[in-house]
C-alpha cells in the first residue's frame, strides 16, 4: 500500500512538473485550454496535499531545523500563489467558469494572475529542485558500474550547468522580472519565439531556478541543519 501512494505522489509531481511550462504558454495554448489545465493542475494540486496529510498535519509540531523551514517556507508561499492564481483565474474565466463573474477589476487581476503565475512557477521549480536528490540517487544507483563511474561523476553535473546556463539566458531573454514585480499583465510573443523555442525557454527556465534549489538545499544538509 505504501508502494502504490509513494508511486502515485511521484506520478502527481511528475504531472505537475510537466504541466507548468505548459500553463505558462497560455498565449501559444489558447485561453480555453489554458484554463482547463489550470483546473486540472489545481486538482493535482489538491491530491499531492491529501497524500502528503501526515506532513502537513504535523507542521506546528517537532523543532524547525533549517531544512524544514525552507521546505515549510517555499510550500506556504506556494500555496498562497495558488490561491490567488484560482480567485484571479475565475475572474478573467471566459469559458470554462465564465459564468461566475466575479466583481474584480480586471486589470488589477490580470496583473496579479500573471505576476503570481511566475512566482507559482518559480516557487514549484525550486520545491521540485529540493527534491532532486532522489532522482539522483536514482542515476547514481544506475551507474554503479565501474565503466559507468565517470559518467556518474560527470554527466549530472555537466548537464546540470548546461541547462541552469540555458535557463538564465532564457529568463532574461523572457524578461521575467517584469512580470515578478507587477510591471506588466500581458505576455508578449514576437516572432523570434517559435512555439517549440518558447517552451524550451519555459522548460530551461524551470531547469534553472530547480537547480538552485536543489543546490541551496544540499549546502543546508551539508551544515547538518
Known amino acids: 500500500m505504501q508502494g502504490k501512494r509513494q508511486k502515485l ?29 489550470g483546473i486540472g493542475i489545481t486538482a493535482c494540486f489538491i491530491l499531492h496535499h491529501v497524500l502528503n496529510r501526515k506532513w502537513l498535519a504535523g507542521i506546528f509540531r517537532g523543532k524547525y531545523s533549517r531544512v524544514r523551514i525552507a521546505l515549510t517556507a517555499v510550500n506556504a508561499l ?5 490561491i490567488v492564481l484560482c480567485l484571479s483565474g475565475i475572474s478573467m474565466s471566459g469559458y470554462v467558469l465564465a459564468s461566475l463573474n466575479l466583481p474584480l477589476s480586471r486589470m488589477v487581476v490580470r496583473v496579479l494572475h500573471i505576476s503570481f503565475a511566475w512566482w507559482g512557477f518559480i516557487l514549484m521549480s525550486v520545491d521540485l529542485g529540493f527534491h532532486w536528490g532522489r532522482a539522483v540517487k536514482a542515476f547514481a ?3 554503479k558500474k565501474d565503466r559507468l563511474k565517470r559518467i556518474r561523476k560527470y554527466l549530472p553535473k555537466v548537464v546540470c550547468v548546461a541547462l541552469a546556463f540555458l535557463g538564465i539566458i532564457s529568463a532574461a531573454r523572457l524578461e521575467i522580472w517584469n512580470y515578478l514585480f507587477f510591471r506588466t499583465g500581458f505576455a508578449y510573443f514576437t516572432d523570434a519565439h517559435a512555439p517549440l523555442l518558447y517552451l524550451g525557454e519555459m522548460l530551461s527556465t524551470m531547469i534553472f531556478f530547480a537547480a538552485l534549489g536543489y543546490y541551496y538545499m544540499m549546502i543546508l544538509k551539508k551544515g547538518k541543519c
Open 78 to 82: 506556494l500555496f498562497v500563489c495558488i
Open 9 to 37: 505522489k511521484i506520478a502527481v509531481d511528475a504531472v505537475l512538473a510537466a504541466a507548468m511550462p505548459i500553463l505558462m504558454a497560455e498565449i501559444l495554448t489558447g485561453q480555453e485550454f489554458h484554463e482547463w489545465l
Open 141 to 143: 544507483d544506475f551507474c
